[in-house]
């Protein structure tokens, strides 16, 4: 069965497969992916696939930012 942990784990990979792919530094990606967790959950009752609709998110910012479009606010 799967722990927390490997559940940490893979994300942790994930975020660092993003910021190679987007060639961003690790630390802002994980700030993005912090961020876009924080405020997923922020509205949140269920928080099973939070990690992944976070991940999502930070990669269509990360896409946006470099076809040069405007982040929304």
């Given at each position: 069965?799967p722990?927390?942990?490997?559940?940490e784990?893979?994300?942790?990979r994930?975020i660092?497969v993003?910021a190679?792919?987007?060639?961003?530094p690790?630390?802002?990606v994980?700030?993005?992916?912090?961020d876009?967790?924080?405020?997923?959950?922020?509205g949140?009752?269920?928080?099973?696939?939070l990690?992944?609709?976070?991940?999502?998110?930070v990669?269509?910012?990360?896409?946006?930012?470099?076809?040069?479009?405007?982040r929304?606010?």
């Amino acid at each position: 069965m799967p722990t927390l942990f490997s559940k940490e784990s893979h994300h942790q990979r994930a975020i660092e497969v993003l910021a190679a792919e987007s060639q961003v530094p690790v630390n802002e990606v994980a700030r993005l992916y912090e961020d876009a967790r924080a405020e997923l959950e922020a509205g949140a009752r269920i928080r099973n696939f939070l990690g992944i609709f976070a991940l999502r998110k930070v990669r269509k910012t990360l896409l946006e930012r470099s076809r040069g479009k405007p982040r929304a606010a």
